[in-house]
């Protein structure tokens, strides 16, 4: 049987918000030793039989110090058990999957709402801002090099859709 070393699942979050200037949405900038302190999007890896939406409240938690509170998009969970074990299933608003890079990975993005102050400094994160997303666009067309590879991707793929002009 072929088995994948350092092959990872994450759960992401694009975390947003109604702002003075519209919609936003929250970064972080990455502040991981031997990384590039780019920024990102929070989110990462999934423990052992940890479910996806347990993983995101949990990262969010952990980088930004922000308590999910909603999911924006219907995730439509559903659970099965049987004897072979446990089961969930679920929508989210966008997967990933890396084919070349740094990491080796698979991804669920979920648009939620959170509650609470950003941390000044969270697990491998710092200096979390709220970013309207108009300006945002721009920023990804103008300086993709702010952003870490994967955020920038999942960028890209949200301004190609209808979320762009929710």
């Known amino acids: 049987m072929f088995r994948r070393k350092d092959f990872y699942v994450n759960a992401r979050a694009v975390i947003e ?56 998009d219907d995730p439509r969970a559903t659970t099965s058990s049987a004897p072979g074990g446990n089961v969930e299933c679920l929508t989210p608003a966008f997967v990933y999957q890396t084919t070349r890079g740094p990491v080796d990975s698979v991804g669920f993005f979920f648009r939620v709402q959170a509650s609470g102050e950003p941390l000044t400094r969270g697990d491998h994160a710092e200096a979390p801002r709220w970013v309207p997303v108009r300006d945002l666009r721009t920023q990804v067309q103008t300086r993709p090099d702010d952003f870490n590879w994967l955020t920038l991707a999942a960028l890209r793929h949200l301004y190609a859709h209808p979320w762009a002009d929710a």
């Open 17 to 72: 918000r109604e702002g003075e200037h519209g919609r936003e949405v929250l970064l972080q900038v990455r502040a991981k030793p031997g990384q590039p302190r780019t920024l990102e999007l929070p989110g990462g890896q999934l423990d052992p039989f940890e479910s996806i939406p347990a993983a995101l409240r949990r990262e969010v938690m952990e980088e930004t110090g922000l308590t999910v509170t909603a999911f924006l």
